[in-house]
């Protein structure tokens, strides 16, 4: 294995050690000061070039498909890609909405 930050000289263990007493990180300092690596767009960008393809694939297997479990994955990726994902409503245990509280650390340790 490469040794830490050899790739990203930016992210080094001196970034890393930036932290408080209590785990947080120190205001200015990050875990990725590089940010994400660019390679990922590169894979991204392959992957799109097969786009038609990968429709083409799915209408196949949504319209001939031998199995019907096949037959419905194949046409709810085609929809999800085409209209979005359903949204999820979430509820609490009782079926009614679920209310979200946000508490600062700082509240829930002294």
Same mark, same amino acid.
Request: glycine share 10%.
């Given at each position: 294995?490469?040794? =830490?930050?050899?790739? /990203?000289?930016?992210?080094? @263990? !001196? /970034?890393?050690?930036?932290? /408080?007493?209590?785990? =947080?990180?120190?205001?200015?300092?990050?875990?990725?000061?590089?940010?994400?690596?660019?390679?990922?767009?590169?894979? =991204? %960008?392959?992957?799109?070039?097969?786009? %038609?393809?990968?429709?083409?694939?799915?209408?196949?297997?949504? %319209?001939?498909?031998? @199995? !019907?479990?096949?037959?419905v994955a194949a046409s709810q990726a085609l929809l999800d890609r085409g209209w979005g994902k359903a949204s999820q409503p979430?509820?609490?245990?009782?079926?009614?909405?679920?209310?979200?509280?946000?508490? =600062?650390?700082?509240?829930?340790?002294?």
């Open positions: 294995m490469a040794e =830490r930050g050899a790739r /990203h000289p930016e992210n080094t @263990q !001196e /970034h890393a050690v930036r932290r /408080h007493d209590d785990g =947080r990180w120190a205001m200015g300092a990050s875990p990725n000061p590089g940010g994400r690596p660019k390679g990922n767009g590169e894979v =991204r %960008e392959l992957a799109r070039q097969y786009t %038609e393809t990968a429709l083409k694939t799915l209408v196949h297997i949504a %319209e001939h498909g031998k @199995q !019907e479990s096949a037959r979430l509820s609490d245990e009782d079926g009614g909405p679920l209310v979200v509280q946000i508490v =600062r650390f700082s509240d829930i340790t002294n």
